[in-house]
């Protein structure tokens, strides 16, 4: 079992880094109509840690440069009593983002539901390119496990060396918090198994559950 969790590993890491690698070489990453960016647990430490300075400054470059045209951000309270999409908009909103270009998908709780529930957000409103923006890891991950789902959408993992060179730490804003904060909130470790959590990160739960819809067209 082991050896079969570091495979998925190994394949994982290199997916990812062969993505990274052809993001850099391709200069023009087109127009997007929005990226989707998953959330990330939040400790309201003051700081903002290194997940999350991956995934907010990709976003924020890839919205101030063009490439999205909206931001997508997906998360529910998962593992602390804060709703991850609703955080990651306060940043975005503080670095400068328009809300009005902000999206929140407030529901997934599993890396594949983030991709999924954005995608009905997106289909909603009519967009029709829509691109997975997140740290390199998360990108192989969610790959790996998309393709069972035949996934078809696009990714643009973030620019580590830009991301470490130019953005580190930049962030000097300050978010109220509280207005993401869930006050009956129970841990999704209290309320599904080990199992449960792994078929919902592969997006099997979402499926089940949605069996009658995965006949739409998928967006690119």
């Known amino acids: 079992m082991k050896s079969i969790s570091t495979i998925i590993l190994l394949v994982i890491g290199v997916l990812a880094f062969s993505n990274q690698i052809a993001t850099a070489k391709k200069k023009d990453l087109g127009v997007y109509d929005a990226i989707i960016v998953p959330g990330y647990p939040f400790n309201p430490n003051g700081k903002m840690n290194a ?21 997508i951000v997906s998360g529910s309270a998962v593992h602390s009593p804060y709703v991850e999409s609703q955080i990651f908009a306060l940043y975005l909103e503080e670095m400068g983002v328009n809300p009005d270009h902000l999206i929140i998908e407030d529901q997934a ?32 991950m969610i790959q790996v496990f998309g393709k069972k ?10 620019n580590i060396g830009f991301i470490i060179t130019k953005k580190w730490n930049s962030f000097k804003g300050t978010i109220d918090y509280c207005e993401a904060y869930v006050a009956d909130f129970v841990p999704l470790k209290e309320r599904e198994t080990k199992k449960e959590r792994m078929n919902g990160t592969r997006g099997d739960t979402w499926v089940d559950k949605n069996a009658l819809t995965m006949n739409t067209p998928a967006l690119h």
Not at 54 to 69: D, E, I, N, P, S
Not at 109 to 134: C, I, Q
């Open 109 to 140: 709780e599993h890396s594949l539901e983030n991709v999924f529930y954005s995608l009905e957000l997106a289909k909603e409103r009519g967009f029709e390119k829509v691109a997975v923006a997140t740290d390199l890891f998360h990108t192989g």
């Open 149 to 158: 789902h035949d996934l078809a959408i696009d990714y643009l993992p973030a």
């Open 51 to 71: 997940i999350y300075q991956m995934r907010l400054h990709w976003a924020y470059q890839l919205y101030t440069t063009g490439v999205a045209k909206n931001i």
